[in-house]
């Protein structure tokens, strides 16, 4: 009898230890590895991950003597049979029913540089360099760079201005007025707005038409533009540096930030950040619609979302991806900082 109490004992001591010991296993485990981490491992089991594009080789576009100087936004691909790259000098190479241009001088002069660009359609495009000077492109040539607007100069090089142009009607471009304040400038109807300061100096703007646009920053903020004027700022990623945002209605965007995370707006607000690309460095989102949309890395990763779930990263480029284009469903376009291009289909 008492041999049985005392191994009764012994076993709810070892059971009891073994409970603590699992306990602090599990401590150690979330210290170490934290809840974001968890939640995407969690959110995205290989068993249940988004079709993955399969893209093709990269193929060098730009001139080699502009090689690593392939900036981010400067890609734009209104339909799958029309896109505009630019390079970080004077270059633009042009994709017309499948075959590239050969790259062509459009800002020559001052020799600063290509930054942006944008195209409403095929016969409407905006170059922006870092002069907040811009070309026009109207379906056959481009014109010489022009002054985006007046009376606001930029007042270092390293302002990068962002262009958007959902229509040929109305641009959205970013600049740097005097005494270094940040702001944009809108386009209607061949005419410059006075410069706008919204509270913060955006990183993206993606405009899903004249009359509404979203705009991201370095410190994870985000404000709408519509009809004519910006909200408040709003915080949606503490992390701060969204790099990206894309819209295809004013009721679904996404945005991704330079460590690896997502956000999300499906019209009732935004979505926690999801870790969704563990290697970070995301430099570039687009969306063709609330079920696709393609994200791109510093290290030459591409992630293909379905709407629900993000795929895996992929490795598809040995270098850095500068820019991605959707102008479809299952179709993108990427640029990579070493002035070549890839296509992806599903």
């Not at 599990?26 to 959110?43: D, N």
């Not at 970070?280 to 990763?301: I, M, T």
């Amino acid at each position: 009898m008492e041999r049985s109490i005392i191994t009764i004992v012994r076993s709810r001591c070892s059971t009891w230890l073994l409970m603590k010991g699992l306990l602090f296993v599990a401590i150690v485990l979330s210290l170490a590895f934290p809840a974001s981490y968890k939640s995407y491992a969690s959110s995205r089991p290989s068993s249940a991950q988004s079709k993955a594009l399969n893209w093709s080789s990269p193929k060098t576009v730009g001139p080699d003597e502009m090689k690593d100087y392939l900036a981010d936004n400067s890609l734009a691909c209104p339909s799958p049979s029309f896109c505009v790259a630019v390079f970080g000098g004077d270059y633009a190479v042009t994709f017309i029913d499948g075959s590239w241009s050969k790259p062509r001088v459009i800002d020559a002069g001052k020799g600063q540089g290509l930054y942006s660009v944008s195209c409403a359609s095929p016969s409407f495009c905006v170059a922006a360099d870092y002069e907040r000077r811009g070309a026009f492109y109207n379906g056959r040539a481009w014109s010489a760079p022009r002054l985006l607007g007046s009376g606001f100069v930029s007042y270092s090089l390293s302002a990068e201005p962002i262009i958007d142009c959902p229509s040929s009607s109305f641009c959205l471009v970013t600049v740097n007025g005097l005494g270094g304040t940040s702001g944009i400038l809108a386009y209607h109807d061949g005419l410059w707005s006075g410069m706008e300061e919204p509270g913060i100096n955006p990183l993206s703007i993606s405009c899903v038409s004249s009359s509404f646009c979203r705009a991201v920053d370095s410190q994870g903020s985000v404000l709408s533009y519509s009809d004519g004027s910006w909200t408040s700022p709003t915080t949606i990623d503490y992390r701060g540096y969204l790099e990206s945002i894309s819209c295809v209605a004013k009721s679904f965007c996404v945005a991704v930030d330079t460590y690896g995370y997502d956000v999300v707006y499906r019209g009732q607000g935004w979505s926690s950040p999801e870790l969704i690309d563990p290697s970070q460095g995301l430099s570039s989102v687009s969306c063709a619609s609330p079920s696709f949309c393609e994200a791109v890395d510093d290290h030459g990763n591409a992630l293909t979302y379905d709407g629900s779930l993000w795929s895996k990263p992929r490795a598809i480029d040995k270098a850095s991806l500068a820019s991605v284009a959707c102008p479809k469903v299952g179709y993108c376009v990427a640029t990579d900082y070493i002035g070549r291009v890839l296509v992806g289909r599903l």
